[in-house]
């Protein structure tokens, strides 16, 4: 079955630094586009950034623009996101997600938390 399990939450003051992993398995998802997004208490889930399959193209949500920095590894079958600069309003459960079809995304991992102190 495919699963994907994210790691590297934890609390960080302002101005810190996280990378948080996303593990897949049960299925390569190389060939995936894969995305990390966000939801933090009380908000609707926030898209933050995605990376196309080959790691070529990548996007990203204007408000982690030049502070977060999503990439790949096929051959680990992981994607990680790299947060820089993190802000009490970076708090939230951080989720990654692959093959998105229509809009939406096919599979999604648990999240992990990420608590900012200010």
């Known amino acids: 079955q495919a699963q994907l399990v994210e790691s590297g939450g934890g609390l960080v003051q302002a101005g810190g630094s996280l990378r948080l992993s996303c593990a897949a398995s049960g299925r390569t998802f190389s060939y995936y586009t894969m995305a990390w997004f966000r939801q933090a208490p009380g908000k609707e889930r926030e898209f933050i950034a995605t990376?196309?399959?080959?790691?070529?193209?990548?996007s990203y949500a204007d408000s982690v623009k030049g502070r977060f920095t999503i990439s790949r590894d096929n051959a680990k079958n992981t994607v990680y996101l790299q947060m820089n600069s993190l802000k009490a309003e970076d708090t939230a459960v951080y989720y990654c997600a692959a093959d998105p079809v229509a809009g939406r995304y096919n599979y999604w991992g648990q999240g992990t938390q990420v608590t900012v102190s200010s």
């Open positions: 990376i196309s399959w080959s790691g070529g193209m990548t």
